[in-house]
């Protein structure tokens, strides 16, 4: 970096054109097979498919692929609480599964149940947290090729990002090393999950109906610590997230644990993430995406609370950003804007005491993937080449904040995305 630097041979020279140069983003927590997976079926939820009819359309149109017709998305506003009568009565001659846009579900048909011999198991086809489960009884399928979702990362701008599946193990370490050898994952990558990875946080699935018992949790924690491995604790409602933290608190919490999502966070619970240092990843995005459903069904004491931005920066939190793609939109800039403005689909403001600047929502997504929340990245001499180019400066982009002002993304100094028109060289 220099004010006057000279090409060397055969040098490429990139006319920014007075654009911003950004560190590339980091997706702080996603599910990248499962976003490879998803882009390959049939959504099922708001605001593709709005109501019963466009879901049975949508399911009788669709084309079956290695057999079956896989959707995503669904949510409870569409056409109730879908069990295998209902999607029989939807689609019957195919086997049929669709995904919760929670990622916590999955509802199959007659013939799907049957394919996988699982009737006596699931007789209402209703399989929660069972995505383990499901993967071994479909092993015989390939997983889904990476290409086509890392290119979508890469057309955002995001050069890094961490897999936050629970389920993650060896196999799932081999197959993300794989696709990097072969170039399918150009972006740096940190992974997450169960026993016996090499690195990452010990992740821990919190669901209010079936909690474990404290003593438990602790113990849990405990040993994970003793494996030389800090914890990322998933917890969504007020009541996952104070056992969460208070587990911590028992158990001692050690640098890099993180609570996944937050989205209910009263004050004492902000309090006590302070008090420890624990690293909050939030999922501002869904304050766009989901926010007028929280209107409908959040309780109303909590909506103050939701997903909150201001109160953990002021209260010292380290504080980081995922988009939760599948399951969110994989798209940092719209999670950035839902961050500033606070606003939902439909035009709701939810919480705007907890609006953010720009430059903050933006530093949400700049941290360092082993230190999310830490001091933001810099463009600098001496840092890796994971840029981001805008097609504005930033004192206009900063006023917009959309994935249409991403020109280029490189990783390592490799150029690997270029919007037509952008630039010279």
């Not at 911003?20 to 980091?26: C, F, Q, S």
Request: contains cysteine; negative net charge.
């Amino acid at each position: 970096m220099g004010p006057q630097l000279v090409p060397l041979v055969n040098e490429q020279v990139y006319d920014a054109k007075g654009g911003a140069l950004l560190p590339g983003l980091h997706d702080h927590h996603l599910h990248l097979f499962g976003l490879a997976a998803a882009m390959r079926s049939l959504p099922c939820g708001p605001p593709q498919i709005a109501d019963r009819e466009e879901l049975a359309r949508a399911l009788l149109r669709a084309e079956p692929m290695d057999g079956w017709i896989r959707g995503v998305g669904y949510h409870e506003a569409v056409a109730g609480e879908l069990d295998r009568s209902a999607l029989d009565g939807f689609r019957a001659d195919l086997p049929v599964r669709i995904q919760h846009r929670s990622g916590a579900l999955w509802m199959l048909n007659s013939a799907a149940l049957e394919e996988l011999e699982a009737v006596d198991r699931w007789p209402d086809g209703r399989l929660f947290r069972a995505d383990r489960w499901l993967r071994d009884r479909l092993a015989a399928a390939d997983p889904p090729a990476l290409g086509a979702a890392t290119e979508r990362l890469l057309a955002v701008g995001v050069t890094g990002f961490t897999d936050a599946g629970a389920d993650n193990s060896v196999q799932t370490q081999a197959l993300f090393a794989e696709a990097e050898r072969a170039g399918r994952l150009p972006q740096h990558f940190r992974i997450m999950g169960g026993a016996g990875l090499a690195g990452g946080e010990r992740k821990l699935l919190l669901d209010e109906p079936r909690l474990p018992p404290f003593a438990e949790l602790v113990e849990w924690i405990r040993m994970a610590h003793q494996e030389g491995r800090s914890v990322a604790i998933h917890a969504v409602t007020r009541t996952e997230l104070v056992l969460a933290l208070s587990a911590l608190s028992e158990a001692c919490p050690r640098s890099g644990d993180r609570i996944e999502h937050a989205a209910v966070a009263p004050p004492e619970a902000v309090e006590l993430a302070a008090e420890m240092g624990v690293t909050v990843v939030v999922q501002p995005g869904f304050l766009y995406e989901r926010g007028d459903s929280y209107l409908r069904e959040v309780e109303f004491r909590d909506r103050r609370w939701l997903l909150r931005g201001r109160a953990w920066l002021e209260a010292g939190v380290p504080i980081a950003a995922g988009s939760d793609a599948p399951y969110g939109t994989a798209d940092p800039w719209r999670a950035m804007a839902a961050a500033v403005d606070r606003r939902t689909r439909l035009g709701a403001s939810l919480g705007p005491d907890e609006a953010l600047t720009p430059e903050e929502a933006l530093a949400l997504f700049s941290g360092p993937l082993e230190q999310p929340g830490d001091r933001p990245r810099k463009v600098e001499a001496g840092a890796p080449a994971d840029l981001c180019l805008l097609s504005r400066p930033w004192k206009e982009a900063r006023k917009v904040l959309t994935s249409e002002l991403v020109v280029a993304t490189f990783c390592a100094g490799r150029l690997f995305t270029r919007r037509r028109g952008s630039g010279n060289g």
